[in-house]
T-cell receptor, first 113, second 115 residues
């Protein structure tokens, strides 16, 4: 049972345009969401997070939107740069204080110059 | 400078052999985690530890074992009982397991190939 889903395996955008990566979840008990970026053969690096009490969090070129009623979150990258090309994972944490993260399958973003 | 180190980066073993993957952190984090990543899949939790001498099974613990004798170290042993051990293994740590907003920080990973 996949509790966190990234239904688009890949996304290609032109440099300077907006990249929108999507993530859906099924468990309404998730209260904290994170986005990680991963290059091949490296560990994921933390990008941005959002608490379930908010609907938007912004950090520079990265903005995460949370729609709790739809159980959907998205990551917007504006403007996209070639260095943003990587695999992006969304992750969710439950409120049971275990600290466990549930990861989506990842979306490979390619930003073309 | 602080961080998480995993060694080696690439590891080859023959089928039927146990192998231990190293994970060390100098971030003074209480919680540590092991994940595995397979192609086209997200990260799946193998084991996690909240404090020294304590650890819990994750979602796919079968065929793996861990120890947490020191705060800085959380080695993972892949035993011969693990049916599909070839994967990319990632270690992570966070300040506390109990604080839901704590971010997990990842090491560079170890690519294990069983021949």
């Amino acid at each position: 049972d996949q509790q966190v889903k990234q239904n688009s395996p890949s996304l290609s955008v032109q440099e300077g345009r907006i990249s929108i990566l999507n993530c859906d979840y099924t468990n309404s008990m998730f209260d904290y969401f994170l986005w990680y970026k991963k290059y091949p053969a490296e560990g994921p690096t933390f990008l941005i997070s959002i608490s379930s009490i908010k609907d938007k969090n912004e950090d520079g070129r990265f903005t995460v939107f949370l729609n709790k009623s739809a159980k959907h979150l998205s990551l917007h990258i504006v403007p996209s740069q070639p260095g943003d090309s990587a695999v992006y994972f969304c992750a969710a944490r439950g409120s049971s204080n275990t600290g466990k993260l549930i990861f989506g399958q990842g979306t490979t973003l390619q930003v073309k110059p | 400078d602080g961080g998480i180190t995993q060694s080696p980066k690439y590891l080859f073993r023959k089928e039927g052999q146990n192998v231990t993957l190293s994970c060390e952190q100098n971030l003074n984090h209480d919680a540590m985690y092991w994940y595995r990543q397979d192609p086209g899949q997200g990260l799946r939790l193998i084991y996690y530890s909240q404090i020294v001498n304590d650890f819990q099974k994750g979602d796919i613990a079968e065929g793996y074992s861990v120890s947490r004798e020191k705060k800085e170290s959380f080695p993972l042993t892949v035993t011969s009982a693990q049916k599909n051990p070839t994967a990319f293994y990632l270690c992570a740590s966070s300040p506390s397991l109990a604080v839901s907003t704590d971010t997990q920080y990842f090491g560079p990973g170890t690519r294990l190939t069983v021949l």
